[in-house]
């Protein structure tokens, strides 16, 4: 066992005796410790929205509404199970939930967290209006939870229900972040354009962390309900989700145990200082507002990453064992012959405006080629690019893979297609190992999705995809940095990453935007072999490159690009000895 995995099995004995030990005249703590676990459960799903998505909500205290109000009025109404009613809030939460992620998720910058304001507030209201829900006064005399028998109608027999639940989503949320979903989720946070490139569908995969995150909240207030026996509006408002938010910001919105950090100071300081400040002021008021208020400005100054950054930071790192070696091949794309055409560019287009950046371009890519394509800072060559993996469309013209018309498809649809990039400015996820930013080019050679992944169901195919990280990690002469953070690589060590993320994808056209920048010579020297033998394989590369050493002394032929124009296309003789193409580096004809 690992030293974290003894940590939680220590940790769950200590659960399991906090009952046992705590006295008869100290049921006030076992009362503080039921709360801290409701809470929990909300801030675990904030940490998977706003600390690993990357999107802020404040309304997921609304979402606790739903869970509870559902629990409390079917058990009430028509006296059913809660054992049930927990599964019919899950489903009106889930399909509400999916519902307002429509909506909401197209919305960027501060319109996101300013709808889930809107929203929150709309359910407060509307839960406190609502006759057959007791209006402000809410709904009175819901039963306790049985279990076999054994009614939980005392804070110590709850509190081991309550704290199964929320260690088991703990787990199941740690599962899932070790994962092909998981990884998937961090990437949608640095923006859409890499994961959008490897494959991922963005979009789905921020609606899938809203709604897990309301589900979540859902399991929360249906507990409550059956906790405090009573349900009203007031713990639902907004004032509510801006707490949720404000205990993931200090146990440390990425991190799944943070929750518990953050949910227990807050609600161990929010009652002490409720006691203790109206005393030290000599009037009441709600002061602990001001002292959490100061408490969140100090975090964002010098803890940003919570306070379960200085408990990870003393953990011992483990390695994962390298336990894939003897894992199943992932499938290979079946590549075109050799001297087909890959890749057909058509006078593709591009304006922006008035502004015409790329000019009626045409060229070729063959199966087993290296095509350069070069020009001078601001030629258009980058732009070429995101038309043909799809970041943009094409004013006018065609893109064509394999006799098929892409300039009008998603840049994910055309990596399903086989076509895998680099780019110009490295983008990766700088908290994630190398290994797993590896892994995250070979995501469409994966399938297993969130059930797989938090019940562990996925780890053969987890092994594979880490078999086949490491076999690209190797190919470029990094595996035994595979392990390092990947934020603490150098500029060129980042490069040869992003190429072996783009290998691990099995492209059929591998489109590389200026590889070589950064790299010593020893590195490039390597690059070159590693490239060679690729077109060796039947690989198709479209090379974007300013270190002409490298373009002329690799590549098959060369396109030459100036002002969004094609200027030249030839060898890398014909090309070097044209008069226009030293006129367009050195603004001369001699």
Known sequence: MTFRAVALVVFAIALALVPVLTPATAEFWITQANYIGLYTLVVIGLVLL???????????????????????????????????????????????????????????????????????????????????????????????????GTPLNTGRSFFYLLWTIVVLAAIAVTHLLDSRVGRALRAVKGGSTMAEAMGIDTFRVK????????????????????????????????NMGIEYLFMAVLGGVGYVWGALIGAGVVQVLKDQLQVWLPRLMGTSGNYEIIVFGVLLVLMLQYARDGLWAFVDGVLPRVRRKVDWAAAAALPARPRPSHGEVVLDVRNARKEFGGLVAVNDVSFQVRAGEILGLIGPNGAGKSTTFNLVTGVLPATRGEVALLGRRIDRVASRRIASLGVSRTFQHVKMIAGMTVLENVALGAHLRGGRGVPAAMLRLDRAEERSLMREAERQLQRIGMAELMHEQAGNLALGQQRLMEIARALAADPILLLLDEPAAGLRLKEKEGLANVLRQLRGEGLSILLVEHDMDLVMGLVDRVVVMEFGTKLIEGTPEEVQASPAVRAAYLGTEH
């Open 50 to 148: 706003t600390g690993i998505a990357g999107l802020t909500s404040f309304g997921q205290a609304a979402f606790v509404g739903m869970g509870a109000y559902t629990a409390a009025y079917l058990t009430l109404t028509y006296g059913m199970s809660p054992w049930l009613t927990v599964w019919v809030g899950l489903a009106v939460t889930g399909v509400a939930a999916l519902l307002l992620a429509f909506i909401t998720l197209r919305m960027s910058g501060h319109f996101l967290p300013l709808a889930t304001i809107a929203w929150g507030l709309s359910l407060f209201y509307l839960l406190g209006n609502l006759d057959f829900l007791g209006k402000y006064d809410g709904l009175l005399g819901i039963p306790a939870i049985t279990f076999f």
């Open 207 to 238: 609606v899938t962390a809203f709604v897990l995150a309301a589900l979540l909240a859902s399991v929360s207030g249906w507990l409550f309900a059956h906790f405090q026996r009573t349900v009203n509006p007031s713990p639902f408002g907004l």
